[in-house]
């Protein structure tokens, strides 16, 4: 049987590359709590990134926890079923009510025109998310968002690197969060961030991943342990080398699979987001009515192959035993999300998919039956 296929692999660069790094830890004696590599990792992702102000965190959902808790969030929180379970755990363990609203399905993006129903006196913040890096409607969310005085923290875990109007995505809303989990476009093992608008609120939320230490003796809240550790990010200064690499060799795989299943019956690619430079994160198609199996067939067709395709995002975190007891998870009242829940299935996309790979996936999915 050939070696198994995974929806994602992480880029790693060649051994010896990471060995000074190593060296120099080790020199240092400076593992963790804002070391050298920290510091000039906070630095050089800023400036990769294009945005001003960002601090490193431990992973993502720690990040998600402390961005609601610097902004103060309370009440209820607006955001979407289709996700990764992160985004909704994050109000649940800040004791927060996600109330959810329904996705577009052309996007896959909270529905812009299904938010302002969802508002209600308790509601404080909107928590969408870019699914797949494709940019949600930010204008429209930031004038809802004026208009209500609500905050906007975006779940941005998919949108590393994209640009939008010529500009880094992560500088809409109030905070934007990253993920460098090892599945994603860049990871750093375990790793996240949060992009802030200013120098205030980094700063606030530094204290707040300490512990709440805003010197030796004096804590301003009760923060948690959110540091990124040395290794991690002397692993992301690594991965920054190679990260351009990272993203064309995705975006050739894209292109390949995007062309080959233009005008095949029943699989549509998901359309590409106007006025966006992408970064390829994912691939997913919707297996529709016309495809001649069902879109769970597929999976296990794929997976007999050794091909481990994954069904993002199916089940809806609407549907998960925490969540089903809230009134906005009604099914009737989220008719989009559950329909491309029930059709999408990600095809494996990482830079070392081979091109024989890719055509034996392709194979596989247009073949004979
Ligand atoms: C990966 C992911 C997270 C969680 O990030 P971790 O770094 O794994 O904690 C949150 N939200 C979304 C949408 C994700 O894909």
């Known amino acids: 049987m050939s070696k198994p296929i ?30 050298p590599f920290h510091q000039q990792l906070e630095k050089e992702l800023a400036e990769y990134l294009g945005v001003e102000h960002l601090s490193l965190f431990t992973n993502g959902t720690i990040a998600l926890l402390t961005a609601l808790q ?39 993006n909270m ?37 209500y005085g609500l ?31 090892a599945t994603k476009v860049y990871n750093t093992f375990e790793g996240g961030a949060i992009v802030s608008p200013n120098a205030k609120t980094k700063q606030r939320i530094d204290f707040l ?26 692993f992301g200064l690594l991965q920054l080398k190679h990260i351009d690499n990272v993203i064309e060799k995705r975006k050739v795989i894209d292109a390949f699979y995007r062309k080959s299943f233009n005008g095949v019956k029943g699989i549509t690619s998901l359309t590409e987001p106007a006025d966006t430079k992408r970064t390829f994160s994912y691939f997913p198609i919707l ?7 069902s879109r769970d067939d597929l999976y296990i067709k794929l997976k007999k192959h050794n091909i481990y395709s994954r069904r993002y995002f199916f089940p809806l975190i609407s549907e998960m035993p925490m969540y089903r007891g809230l009134p906005s998870t ?30 034996t996936i392709l194979d596989l999915i247009t073949g004979e039956f």
């Open 6 to 35: 995974y929806v994602t692999q992480p880029y790693l660069p060649p051994l010896e590359e990471f060995t000074p790094y190593l060296e120099q830890i080790w020199e240092n004696k400076w593992l963790t709590n804002g070391g």
């Open 70 to 108: 610097v902004l103060r969030i309370t009440g209820e929180v607006i955001t979407t079923p289709y996700s990764f379970v992160a985004t909704a755990h994050s109000l649940l363990w800040n004791g927060l009510r996600p109330v959810f609203v329904d996705i577009d399905p052309i996007t896959c």
């Open 111 to 147: 529905a812009p025109d299904k938010i302002e129903q969802a508002i209600t006196p308790h509601t404080t913040a909107i928590m969408p998310v870019h699914c797949y890096g494709t940019p949600c409607n930010v204008e429209r969310i930031q004038q809802i968002a004026d208009t």
């Open 151 to 181: 905050k906007v923290i975006y779940d941005a875990a998919h949108a590393f690197g994209v640009k939008y109007k010529g500009e880094s995505l992560l500088l809409h809303g109030d905070l934007s969060v990253l993920s460098f989990h």
């Open 209 to 234: 991943k300490n512990f709440g230490f805003a010197d030796e003796i004096t804590v301003m809240a009760p923060g948690i342990n959110g540091k990124m550790s040395e290794i991690n990010a002397a």
């Open 287 to 293: 297996v529709g009515d016309e495809y001649p199996i």
């Open 330 to 359: 009604n099914k009737t009242n989220l008719l989009s999300a559950h329909m491309i829940a029930q059709q999408v299935l990600c095809l494996p996309i990482y830079p070392d998919l081979s091109i024989q790979d890719q055509k």
